[in-house]
């Protein structure tokens, strides 16, 4: 029996919790916070856990089925312009139901913890409606069986990421302001983004004459292998040339979802909405839609890279793919070293894991790229939550703090200058420290998460981090002319170095030593509506490396080839989602050539970047951040040469003390990761281009249209129309006196003038 | 001589024409309306004369329906007229600008 | 067509008639005039053979709506008018000048032959015949006009009620 009716409940049911919470919970709330919160939270979360479940027997029915894909068609959407038909329908392939077992897998567990989290908010209802309409609008994104459903869902998602980040648009004291900017900022970098996405979609069309996904990659396989050019604007073009383009615009629009360089400004800013909005959106599910795209279009990007065409001439799409998540990865890893808000850390670190991901699809291994997707959806939901735990907490110990301290001095002072909008940030790492004893159920979840994310062995990131890693070595040796495998190889190493640096940096700030501000000491423990999605996470971070399982050696590897097919733990997903990955079936023709995934674990690989992470780790925490920063007001160690206090500690032994302490660590790399984070990043590319010259620019333009081509211009035409009726009708006006004689007149007049006309013309004969 | 068409044509256009100039000169709306029926007098006139000359009975059948339609006219205006004095308390034209735009 | 000097004599009072009802400033006069006048183009009928026709301009126009026209301005005692010629100024000569070019236009067509023919010498026409074509050909106008009628005298129930101001 399959279940693949069940498929459009999918969309329907989060769009009645939308409509629910929008109508319904919204009066509930109002009239009773504590049922209608039940009533409002619950009703989206029950019906996001049935999309999960529906999404299991979606995926037994595909095992069932072969793994092959299922059409669901619900009806034509556009079938009346020209040769323009698009359907409605839902593609259910591998892909498409692991993208879904994220989306509602993680969505499910986020909105049980905001159940939690957002008790007490008066946006409640309104955000649950949010959530849920994200649900839906993400689920068309991975369902949709073309390029046109995929990009309402693009839309949607990115709507409905504007409206959660601003949702606390309404605060006082211009924190409102500053989180309808970060809002808007969100928005308006996403639509550069969209802008390529349209042109790649326009160009899709002119090329393929269809947007669904099958026809097009069907066709575009027809015309390169018959090397059929393509007629555009009245030029012939290689295919290779035409989808360079398509490809490379599908890239500025993952780049823009994905925060990639150059777009990824606005991931950080879009921390200021509430944090299961970053652990569900901008962390697990709606930035992950870039590498989705891209995945979902690997015949495309495949046919690329076996052309050869280079664009300008210097590099080719995936090439480019590649060499900017790997970048995005070093890049991002490195501004985290420098973020005191323990969000900002967390998104950095979700642009650097991105850039992992599309890394990793750039180099052609879609099944890495996918899998390290999931495994960080979880982990990287986990770290959100647990930080949005730690978050609430500080707030709630804050507020205890400052009952408390106004019970005992509150009658000598009058004044009451504890309102609760005082300066204390409780995400500021600063002011942490200790919190393990607080919160040890978020403490330990947390550490998992950390593991996960570091790459440590066997936690669910060290297989799918591992697994890029090893591609790129593969293909460093097996496709030696290919330069881009040791620069990605090199690079992603480094940033995994990075990423285990920062977070054990993090764990240093929040959970160990001393508690740096009073706060810490009235912190309490979430409650279990925020802890068990923790706990439910953090299996999922320690054991989500068994999905795709690789073997531990060539040998194995090669013994279960020969009895491919049968059900063993190795390489699950990947078995399944080869399904939906075309170019391997491509590759195996001699179509493409997909560069190799290694499916046995590589030693040199594993071992190196676990010990660079082990490193860091230790780094981090018993070298660097050993005792500093003791106040909340102290400079980050990494910033005043760590290690002049206890030069013995760790490489006081080594004769290289100075040159390492001082000469590189104090001179080059303090420097360097500051001038990277606050010049470079903050200075020049957040301030200087954005604000400079693109604002800048935008607003003379803007300014221009707005109070000179608009007012005198389009309004002088549109006014003047106006001024000249007017002075007409009002010459007109004259005439109804309301004379009545006048009127007849003027019928007489018109009597005459006939009569004339007749007798006059009777004369001429 | 001989009394032909035009001539009747030439008295119903001075006789419409001095029916205009009340229309379009007197103060007083019952003489208004006069000047109305005299208007559509002459037009009658001269419909006659070319049934007489055409030697066509329609001519005639249409005058009889212009002064049926007329007696209509005639009772419903003086009945409005009746009303504008009732409410106006004068039938001097020039005092009902009403419409005036 | 009857004789040039009886249609000279006959025009003469006609358009004498007009005048003074357009030029007298009292109503009554002006009524009376028109009753000349109707009774004027009622021998004009009697000499283009319509008798009926002739007939019917005595008895309706002549008698019953000049009756009402009359009821009327005693009724409304609007017999008296200071100033009979309401237009002034332009409005004056522009009527005027109209009025001219129009009857100059009729005439000077008539001076330049236009559309001038043999004269006919038409048949008389018998009440019976006129009958017979209204009943006939124009049996459809004839009940529309009937209902027009009908419309009218509802109408002047309307028109005729005391206007009650509401409030």
């Known amino acids: 029996m399959n279940t693949f009716a069940l498929a459009p409940l999918l969309l329907i049911l989060p769009f009645l919790g939308m409509l629910f919470n929008l109508f319904a919970g919204t009066r509930l709330v109002r009239q009773d916070a504590q049922t209608g919160e039940r009533w409002s939270g619950w009703t989206a979360s029950i019906l996001v856990i049935i999309n999960f479940v529906i999404t299991v027997t979606l995926m037994s029915s595909l095992a069932a089925n072969d793994y092959h894909a299922i059409i669901v068609p619900l009806w034509d959407w556009f079938a009346f312009i020209g040769e323009f038909h698009i359907p409605w329908a839902m593609q259910i392939d591998t892909l498409s139901v692991t993208m879904l077992g994220v989306v509602t897998g993680v969505g499910a567990l986020i909105h049980i913890y905001a159940i939690g989290y957002m008790h007490g908010d008066e946006g409640f209802a309104r955000f649950f409606a949010y959530l849920n309409l994200f649900i839906f609008f993400m689920i068309i994104l991975v369902t949709g069986n073309n390029y046109l459903m995929l990009f309402v869902g693009w839309e949607g998602v990115g709507l409905c990421s504007f409206l959660l980040i601003g949702f606390w648009h309404d605060r006082k004291d211009g924190v409102g302001l500053a989180n309808s900017r970060a809002a808007r900022k969100a928005f308006i970098a996403n639509r550069v983004g969209d802008a390529a996405m349209i042109l790649a979609m326009i160009m899709t069309f002119w090329t393929f004459g269809t947007l669904e996904f099958q026809p097009v990659f069907d066709s575009a396989v027809e015309m390169f292998t018959s090397s059929q050019a393509v007629p555009l604007f009245g030029v012939s073009f290689e295919l290779g040339v035409v989808l360079s383009t398509i490809t490379v615009l599908f890239l500025i629009g993952a780049t823009g979802k994905s925060a990639q360089i150059p777009l990824y400004i606005w991931l950080p800013d879009a921390m200021a909405g509430p944090t299961p909005v970053s652990a569900l959106i901008h962390a697990a599910t709606m930035v992950t839609s870039g590498i989705y795209l891209i995945v979902r279009s690997n015949v495309l990007f495949e046919i690329v890279r076996k052309s050869e065409y280079l664009l300008f001439g210097v590099i080719s799409t995936n090439d480019l793919v590649a060499l900017i998540g790997a970048s995005t990865a070093l890049w991002a890893g490195l501004i985290a070293f420098t973020q005191w808000d323990v969000k900002k850390v967390l998104a950095y670190s979700t642009v650097s894991q991105l850039g992992f991901m599309i890394a990793a699809v750039g180099m052609g291994a879609y099944v890495a790229g996918l899998f390290h997707l999931i495994t960080h959806a979880i982990f990287k939901a986990l770290l959100f939550m647990g930080s949005g735990s730690i978050i609430h907490g500080m707030e709630h110990g804050h507020h205890h703090y400052v009952d408390h301290h106004r019970g005992h001095n509150g009658h000598g002072e009058g004044h009451g200058h504890h309102d609760g909008h005082d300066d204390f940030d409780p995400q500021d790492m600063r002011t942490m420290g200790g919190l393990r004893h607080k919160m040890p159920w978020t403490f330990w979840t947390y550490i998992i998460g950390t593991l996960a994310l570091a790459g440590i062995f066997p936690f669910a990131g060290f297989w799918s981090k591992d697994e890029i890693l090893a591609h790129a070595s593969w293909n460093l040796t097996a496709l030696p002319d290919q330069w881009i495998y040791p620069v990605v190889y090199a690079l992603l190493t480094l940033a995994a170095f990075c990423t285990a640096f920062y977070m054990g940096r993090q764990i240093k700030m929040v959970f160990f030593g001393e508690p740096r501000s009073d706060v810490v000491a009235y912190v309490p423990e979430s409650d279990w509506k925020m802890v068990m999605p923790l706990v439910i996470l953090a299996v999922g971070a320690t054991l989500g490396g068994l999905i795709n399982l690789p073997h531990f050696t060539e040998a194995s590897y090669k013994a279960s080839k020969d009895s491919y097919g049968e059900s063993n733990i190795y390489l699950a997903m990947e078995k399944a989602v080869e399904h939906s990955i075309e170019s391997f079936h491509l590759t195996e023709t001699g179509v493409v050539s997909m560069p190799y995934t290694p499916t046995w674990v590589q030693m040199t690989v594993a071992v190196v970047s676990t010990i660079l992470a082990l490193i860091a780790l230790l780094l981090a925490v018993f070298v660097v951040y050993r005792t500093k920063p003791e106040q909340a007001t102290d400079p980050d160690p990494l910033q005043v040469s760590p290690l002049i206090k206890y030069p013995w500690a760790f490489f006081a032994t080594l004769p290289l003390d100075t040159l390492l302490v001082k000469g590189f660590v104090e001179k080059l790399f303090n420097p360097f990761s500051d001038w990277i984070a606050m010049r470079v990043d903050w200075d020049f590319w957040h301030d200087f281009v954005h604000n400079n010259v693109i604002r800048d620019t935008f607003n003379t333009v803007a300014d221009f249209l707005a109070n000179i081509l608009d007012p005198k211009g389009v309004d002088g035409v549109v006014t003047g129309l106006g001024k000249v009726t007017m002075r007409l009708s009002g010459l007109l006006g004259l005439v109804q006196s309301g004379n009545v004689g006048n009127y007849a007149l003027g019928v007489f007049l018109g009597l005459v003038v006939l009569v004339t006309y007749v007798v006059a013309l009777g004369w001429m004969q | 001589m001989v009394v032909t068409v035009e001539w009747y044509v030439l008295l119903g256009a001075v006789l419409f024409t001095i029916g205009a100039l009340g229309v379009l000169l007197r103060r007083n709306a019952i003489v208004i309306f006069m000047s109305v029926e005299l208007m559509l007098n002459a037009v009658n006139l001269v419909f006659v004369a070319f049934a007489y000359h055409l030697g066509d009975i329609n001519g005639q059948v249409l005058v009889f329906f212009v002064m049926t339609v007329s007696a209509a006219e005639v009772a419903v205006g003086l009945a409005i007229i009746v009303a504008i004095f009732q409410s106006k308390k004068s039938i001097d034209i020039s005092e009902l600008n009403t419409l005036k735009g | ?167």
Request: aromatic share 12%.
């Open chain 3, 1 to 167: 067509m009857g004789s040039p000097i009886l249609f000279i004599i006959l025009a003469v009072v006609a358009i004498g008639s007009a005048l003074g009802m357009l030029l007298s400033k009292n109503a009554v006069y002006s009524a009376l005039f028109l009753i000349l006048n109707f009774g004027t183009v009622a021998v004009f009928y009697m000499l283009l053979n319509a008798a009926f026709l002739a007939f019917v301009q005595v008895a309706v126009y002549a008698g019953a709506i000049m009756v009402l026209f009359l009821f009327v301005i005693m009724l409304l005692g609007a017999e008296e008018s200071e100033q009979a010629i309401r237009q002034t100024g332009w409005q004056l000569y522009l009527s005027v000048g109209l009025a001219v070019i129009l009857v100059t236009a009729v005439v000077g067509s008539f001076l330049t032959g236009y559309g001038r023919g043999e004269p006919l010498v038409g048949a008389a026409v018998t009440p019976q015949q006129l009958a017979i074509s209204m009943f006939e050909n124009y049996i459809f106008p004839f009940e529309v006009t009937s209902i027009l009628l009908l419309v009218a005298v509802i109408g002047l129930f309307v028109m005729s009620k005391k206007i009650v101001k509401k409030g």
